[in-house]
């Protein structure tokens, strides 16, 4: 039994390394693990703690939420890929809650694996920009062009919470930490942050400016103010060398803030900024017609393109767009309701980590609420097994 415990913990960590690279090929180990955590038995001590823990039944009970509507909704041959794309929410809450708080070692083994997978992403990308500077001369060192493996909003919100753990593994009194792995973090840290600000995410540059400060200020407290200062001016000198002189006027914020300065407002546009304007106001016509059930899993594409193309966005209209806004598209698929449920998905798991002084996890609950602000990430796998997996440990195994 020892042997399957440390196999089917290995397919754990392998899923935020592939998450990274792949998104979709993370559901093998996913399945891995679910058939190890079978096979190990002991199954009434587990089934015991999934139904005495409160949370596990808000975590799931999101996704029940989502079933429900879906069964109701009619469109079964839209809908049930989208509850697949949604199971990670699901399935780690019942799954995590029993196996117990991980030692040092198997947190710092599934961090590892974490920023591996962050690091090789941004290889790759680097990679492929290089190639089509070289061979094509074209310049692709910038937002969706560059970040080819993931969307530039959900990388750069792996590569604040990989800041946010390198933080904990640096702070933590009972971490063990040699030469060689502290060189690890801090060159993993300085390269991911480079990688940040090629991927021009500019919520994503926004939410990473803020966790910066936040991590520096509580450092300086914890471990002296010179050394906050140092990796402050540091991390600015990569970001200035970065942004001006590579980036330069290709710049995604200077082209929003042209926009917003000129007020030239296109209703045909796919630009993000002004996009959102329109899908979030679509949207809220939406939800007036269903406030209270949604409109259901599967028929919001639909509803939210005729909507779309009866307000004369054709923009958005063209690319089928969803409301980029978690909380929006929650509304427009499950309705007050299901908001409510989400809301309190964060704001009950943050006052616990407030009472119990669990700094890591009550970050990564703001880090992860703010994105939902300009993402609707629960409609890809990259958002439902990150929210998943992450959301689970660090409520139940890594208690940090």
Known sequence: MALLSKIKYGLLCLVPFLMCIYPYMAAWPIIGYFVCWLLEGDLTRKGKAIIQNKFVWLFSGFYLLYLIRFLCSGNYSVGWPIMQVKLSLFLFPLLLVSEGVKSIKEQKMFIYTFIAGCIVNGLICIGYA???LVVNNVF??????????????YYSMYID????????????????????EKL???????FLLF???LLQSKMGMFISAALIVVLLVRYGIMRGYKTAIGLLVTGLVVYFITFHFLIGARSRVAGAEEVIQSNKISAGSTESTQVRYYVWTAALEVIKQSPVFGVGIGNESPILVSQYEKDGYTGAAKE????????IQTTVSTGIIGLLLLIAGFLFPFVKAVKERRFIYGTFLVIVAANFLVEAMFELQSGTIFFGLFNSLLMFNFVI
């Open 130 to 132: 290089t190639w089509n």
């Open 140 to 153: 692709v060192f910038q937002y969706i062009q560059f970040s080819i493996m993931l969307h530039p909003s």
């Open 161 to 180: 919470v990989v800041m946010l753990l390198v933080f904990y593994l640096f702070t933590n009194s009972s971490v063990v930490l040699d030469k060689i």
């Open 184 to 190: 690890f973090l801090l060159s993993s840290v300085f």
């Open 195 to 197: 990688i940040l600000v």
């Open 320 to 327: 089928k767009l969803n409301t980029h806004d978690q909380y």
